[in-house]
């Protein structure tokens, strides 16, 4: 079994920053991509940033030069920095890993999800 656990959302003034993590703990062999998603009020989820295993990035539109992705492979750990967070930015925040727990199996865990809430 894999488990994911996130941290650290909460409220926040517009203009202000909070950075996510989300720890993988359990029977792991490696981690694959690792990405962050959001699901605002009343809307669809909708994938925020990824960070592939060699460290390549890549950013929805919304959020670019903004919110920052970033892995630490031996804490089997995903960060989002968000900064100049905006009104628009309030949602739940999950992470998604893909981890393979040997070499034949490989499968995608979801975080529990973490409230972030913008006032303007």
């Known amino acids: 079994q894999v488990q994911l656990v996130e941290s650290g959302g909460g409220l926040v003034q517009a203009g202000g920053s909070l950075r996510l993590s989300c720890a993988a703990s359990?029977?792991?062999?490696?981690?694959?991509?690792m990405g962050w998603y959001r699901q605002p009020p009343g809307k669809q989820r909708e994938v925020v940033a990824t960070?592939?295993?060699?460290?390549?990035?890549d950013y929805a539109d919304s959020v670019k030069g903004r919110f920052t992705i970033s892995r630490d492979n031996a804490k089997n750990t995903a960060y989002l920095q968000m900064n100049s967070l905006k009104p628009e930015d309030t949602a739940v925040y999950y992470c998604?890993?893909?981890?393979?727990?040997?070499?034949?199996?490989?499968?995608?865990?979801w975080g529990q999800g973490t409230q972030v809430t913008v006032s303007s």
């Open positions: 998604n890993l893909n981890v393979a727990r040997n070499l034949r199996r490989r499968d995608d865990y």
């Open positions: 359990g029977s792991i062999f490696s981690i694959g991509t």
């Open positions: 960070i592939t295993s060699g460290g390549s990035t």
